[in-house]
Each structure stands twice: as structure tokens, then as C-alpha cells.
């Protein structure tokens, strides 16, 4: 991502200014909950133009959980982001907008995780010694969780402020606002040792609660420049 910025940021300060004049076209940077992007408008007319970009954030999970007497070990990769295709109408030929159109959705998780300490089945004493069975954590076994989307391209709608290739000025600010209809998430558990029977079950559970999930929330904020 910080590749496709640098480029974006050089393109506006290489892009001929008799080529820029012709097509009518703009760029912008942004963050907001799709992560650090960038996008390109063309101007149709006054009040309809084309905007094509993506964003993207992810991250690598490694750190130990320990909360109430549980220990773990997590590792993974998780984002979220999204290759978009849009077109923005201003029916006051003004900054607002109605932006829709197509995203291709980025986002997915896939995380492992295993206990760090043995697991009593039963009591402990005031030392936190086990009284009954104790299990060490490679018989208690490991657990994975994948998060995908059964559509990867879907749609969006949104409002917004800022026209990026149309306008008077060479700078301007971009505000986005809306949501993308995903679909319910696809969670898929996976165990081994004593965690293997809990994996099915958990899982059509944790399906089951995520059925609703269907919306993702875009707001974003940025700054564009217009070749004029």
C-alpha cells in the first residue's frame, strides 16, 4: 500500500498539464475503515463522473492473550480493503454527492491459536494445583478461525462530499459515507486433540450469530488534486 501511494503522489506531480486539461481527471489519497488508499476520477460532466481506487490495511497477529486464568497463544493474518469501481453523481453540481457502484472485497482472517498452560478438568487448590486431570497443551490441541465472503465483488452506496475531477480549485477535500452489502461472513473453526469435537458445533453457532452481518460500514476522509 505504501507503494501504490508513492506512485499516486507521483503521478501528480509528473502528469503533463496539457494531457491533465483534456481529461478532466483527479487523484486523491485517504484513510478510513477500508485502511490507507488511493483513487482516480474521470469527469463525465459537470455532475457525473467515474471514480476507480483501492484500499487496503492488514496485519500479522502474533502476542499472547491471558485474561481470566486463560493463556494463549495467537497467531495470524487479518484485513480489510476493498478494489473499487464507482460513479459519483452531483445532481446540485456542487461537492455533494451519491457515490455506487462495485467493490471487491479484500477482507478476510485467518488465525491459530493454542493454550499456554496445562487444562485442569475440575478444581485447582489456593496454589493452582490441579485436584483431579490435568491436560498438558498439546493434548488439549490447537484451534484455527477463517473469516471469507462467499461473493467477493459487491455492492455499494454511499453520499459524499468533494468532486475530484471537476471544480474550480486544485485541491480538494474527499468525504465518503455508506456501506457495502457483503453478505454474511463464512466462519470456518478448525481443532485438533481435545478441542476436535467442539469445532462443528461451535461453528454452525458462531454462523448462526453472524447471520445478520450483512452491512460493512465505509467512512472515509481524504485530500485529491485535480489536473487543471
Same mark, same amino acid.
Given at each position: 500500500?505504501k507503494?501504490?501511494?508513492?506512485l499516486?503522489?507521483?503521478?501528480? +506531480?509528473l502528469?503533463?498539464?496539457?494531457?491533465?486539461?483534456?481529461?478532466?481527471?483527479?487523484?486523491?489519497?485517504?484513510?478510513?475503515?477500508?485502511?490507507? !488508499?488511493?483513487?482516480?476520477? #474521470?469527469?463525465?460532466?459537470?455532475?457525473?463522473?467515474?471514480?476507480?481506487?483501492?484500499?487496503?490495511?492488514?496485519?500479522?497477529?502474533?502476542?499472547?492473550?491471558?485474561?481470566?486464568?486463560?493463556s494463549?497463544?495467537?497467531?495470524?493474518?487479518?484485513?480489510?480493503?476493498?478494489?473499487?469501481?464507482?460513479?459519483? #453523481?452531483?445532481?446540485?453540481r456542487? @461537492?455533494?454527492?451519491? %457515490?455506487?457502484? =462495485?467493490?471487491?472485497? =479484500?477482507?478476510?482472517?485467518?488465525? @491459530?491459536?493454542? %493454550?499456554?498452560?496445562?487444562?485442569?478438568?475440575?478444581?485447582?487448590?489456593?496454589? !493452582?494445583?490441579?485436584?483431579?486431570?490435568?491436560?498438558?497443551?498439546?493434548?488439549? /490441541?490447537?484451534? !484455527?478461525?477463517?473469516?471469507?465472503?462467499?461473493?467477493?465483488?459487491? $455492492? #455499494?452506496? /454511499?453520499?459524499?462530499?468533494?468532486? =475530484?475531477?471537476?471544480?474550480?480549485?486544485?485541491?480538494?477535500?474527499?468525504?465518503?459515507?455508506?456501506?457495502?452489502?457483503?453478505?454474511?461472513?463464512?466462519?470456518?473453526?478448525?481443532?485438533?486433540?481435545? +478441542?476436535?469435537?467442539?469445532?462443528?458445533?461451535?461453528?454452525?453457532?458462531?454462523?448462526? !450469530?453472524?447471520?445478520?452481518? *450483512?452491512?460493512? $460500514?465505509?467512512? %472515509?476522509?481524504g485530500?485529491? *488534486?485535480?489536473?487543471?
Amino acid at each position: 500500500m505504501k507503494r501504490i501511494l508513492l506512485l499516486a503522489i507521483l503521478a501528480v +506531480l509528473l502528469w503533463p498539464q496539457g494531457a491533465a486539461q483534456a481529461r478532466q481527471v483527479g487523484l486523491s489519497v485517504s484513510v478510513g475503515t477500508l485502511g490507507p !488508499g488511493a483513487s482516480l476520477a #474521470y469527469s463525465v460532466s459537470p455532475k457525473f463522473s467515474l471514480r476507480a481506487g483501492g484500499a487496503l490495511l492488514s496485519t500479522t497477529i502474533d502476542e499472547d492473550f491471558d485474561e481470566d486464568d486463560v493463556s494463549l497463544v495467537l497467531n495470524g493474518d487479518a484485513r480489510v480493503g476493498a478494489v473499487s469501481a464507482l460513479a459519483d #453523481y452531483h445532481p446540485f453540481r456542487s @461537492s455533494f454527492r451519491l %457515490s455506487g457502484g =462495485l467493490r471487491l472485497n =479484500l477482507l478476510d482472517a485467518d488465525v @491459530s491459536g493454542r %493454550s499456554n498452560d496445562p487444562f485442569c478438568l475440575g478444581d485447582e487448590d489456593a496454589q !493452582g494445583i490441579c485436584q483431579t486431570k490435568e491436560f498438558a497443551p498439546e493434548k488439549v /490441541g490447537e484451534f !484455527g478461525v477463517k473469516v471469507t465472503y462467499a461473493n467477493a465483488l459487491q $455492492p #455499494y452506496a /454511499g453520499i459524499g462530499f468533494g468532486n =475530484l475531477a471537476h471544480g474550480n480549485k486544485r485541491i480538494t477535500f474527499m468525504f465518503d459515507a455508506g456501506v457495502i452489502y457483503t453478505g454474511s461472513p463464512e466462519i470456518e473453526l478448525e481443532a485438533t486433540g481435545l +478441542l476436535t469435537p467442539t469445532a462443528a458445533q461451535n461453528e454452525a453457532v458462531l454462523n448462526e !450469530g453472524f447471520e445478520s452481518f *450483512v452491512l460493512y $460500514p465505509v467512512v %472515509s476522509f481524504g485530500i485529491g *488534486v485535480r489536473f487543471h
